[in-house]
């Protein structure tokens, strides 16, 4: 059975930093897949926030997110961070991560329809 368990949410105040974490077990070849971050705000659509593939030489970042939030994964302990910093109030959501095979990249911003697994997800509070 493939897990993926979100933590590191929570709340705080616009302009400080949360680091996500999202451990993966249950997947052979850890490598082979990508993850991915993707969060929903109360009456919006998912939308992507990040990812990286397994071989750490491909990375994407939406436009509202490029530049304060930075991913990286360890492969050895098979965890992928979101390290979010300069947070603003519109980051507030329920963010989930995702993990699909490495050629799920190639969807870019729509990379979050080819995914195969999904965690719970975790609340994220930006407030002013």
């Known amino acids: 059975e493939v897990r993926l368990v979100e933590s590191g949410g929570g709340l705080v105040q616009a302009g400080g930093s949360l680091r996500l974490s999202c451990v993966v077990a249950?997947?052979?070849?850890?490598?082979?897949?990508?993850v991915g971050w993707l969060r929903q705000a109360p009456g919006k659509e998912r939308e992507g926030v990040s990812a990286i593939n397994g071989r750490l030489d491909k990375v994407w970042y939406a436009d509202s997110v490029n530049g304060r939030f930075t991913i990286s994964r360890d492969n050895a302990m098979r965890t992928v961070h979101l390290q979010m910093d300069s947070l603003e109030p519109d980051d507030t959501a329920v963010y989930f991560c995702?993990?699909?095979?490495?050629?799920?990249?190639?969807?870019?911003?729509?990379?979050?329809?080819?995914?195969?697994?999904w965690g719970k997800g975790i609340q994220v509070t930006v407030s002013q």
């Open positions: 995702a993990a699909g095979p490495n050629p799920s990249m190639v969807a870019g911003a729509q990379f979050g329809t080819v995914m195969q697994y």
């Open positions: 249950g997947l052979t070849w850890f490598d082979d897949y990508a």
